[in-house]
Each structure stands twice: as structure tokens, then as C-alpha cells.
């Protein structure tokens, strides 16, 4: 599976973005996706997820401001990024998991878009 994310950028805080993650190569085995973020020098912490059955999780820094959303026929998870504020700056990677009947959980990651969030 590989994963491209798209829609990362500059913009003051209020704003909105809106990123993109397309997946390509066994996407009829990916079961959840989602968003994480990682500024440095911290660990890597989730934004939000999504079911293959449209079931949503977010972290509690984001809820009500973002929204994920996922296009099964495009293979393409969405997140929306509503009220942004300077402490959302952060490199935004797309995230795909597959469960393997011999390994079990894997999960994919996309190469990260940069959100930077000005005050």
C-alpha cells in the first residue's frame, strides 16, 4: 500500500485546510486510516480515524474543528481542518492499516505534509 498525502500549507489561524491521503496498490485489505501529527522532538499522536464503515475518532485537541471523512471508491481519506490554531503546526501523516491473518496488525504511513499554523 502506498500512501500520498496532499493539501498541507501555510495559513494564519482561523483558517481552514483541508488534506488529502490517496491510497494506491492492495487497498481492498486497508481497514482503518486516519490522520496523525508530529512536531519535533515529541511522539507521534493521532488526529483522528476512520472505519472502513465510516466510524470516526478524534483526539480531543481537535474535536469540533476537524472532520474526517473517507471515499471508499477513491480510495482517499479526507480531513478537515476547521479553526486552526498555531499549536496544529505540525507535520500531518496519513496513516492505512491492514490485519494480516499471519502477522496480524500493519500499518502504512505516508511521507507527512507540513501544516503550520501562524499566529
Not at 499522536?45 to 470516526?56: M, N
Request: aromatic share 10%; hydrophobic share 35%.
Amino acid at each position: 500500500v502506498h500512501l500520498v498525502e496532499s493539501g498541507g500549507g501555510l495559513v494564519q489561524a482561523g483558517e481552514s485546510l483541508r488534506l488529502s491521503c490517496a491510497a494506491s496498490g492492495r487497498t481492498d485489505s486497508i481497514g482503518a486510516m486516519g490522520w496523525y501529527r508530529q512536531v519535533p522532538g515529541k511522539q507521534r499522536e493521532l488526529v483522528a480515524t476512520i472505519t472502513s464503515g465510516g466510524t470516526t475518532n478524534y483526539s480531543d485537541s481537535v474535536k469540533g474543528r476537524f472532520a474526517i471523512s473517507r471515499d471508499n471508491a477513491k480510495n482517499t481519506v479526507y480531513l478537515q481542518m476547521n479553526s486552526l490554531k498555531p499549536e496544529d503546526t505540525a507535520v500531518y501523516y496519513c496513516n492505512a492499516v491492514i490485519k494480516y491473518r499471519v502477522v496480524g496488525r500493519f500499518d502504512y504511513w505516508g511521507q507527512g505534509t507540513q501544516v503550520t499554523v501562524s499566529s
